[in-house]
């Protein structure tokens, strides 16, 4: 047996917020049927070659505690996504008004940063850094 393929579904609280979140920031397209959003208040979006899946559920999620995973020893679930410019993508968001951790270079050879979505999932973005 051999996966190929995974897409993370996100549990969320309303789902309109969210897609606007993710097209805004970061690109992505629903893909999925759109009458599934209005129906079942589900998604599938893609950017690139990378897809999720969105839910909203039907019980309170609420925002989580901001993390700032550059500091802390207790990380959530993280969602590690490769953009083709880490500094351009840091950029655009900090333009937007979304409130990215800063563009760091750590000891693994990323550059990378982290950003929480409206109901606190962490998105994590980093670029391998050239020699």
Known sequence: ????????????????????????????????????????RWATIRSGETELMLSETSYPLGLQQPVDPQQSTCWPTIFYFYPDNVESLHQHLTTLGYHPTALIETIYGMREFSLQDPDGHMLSFGEAMSD
Request: net charge negative; hydrophobic share 50%.
């Open 1 to 40: 047996m051999k996966l190929t393929n995974m897409i993370p579904m996100l549990n969320i609280s309303q789902i309109e917020t969210s897609l606007e979140f993710y097209k805004a920031a970061l690109g992505f397209e629903v893909v999925s049927d759109p009458t599934a959003v209005d129906e079942w």
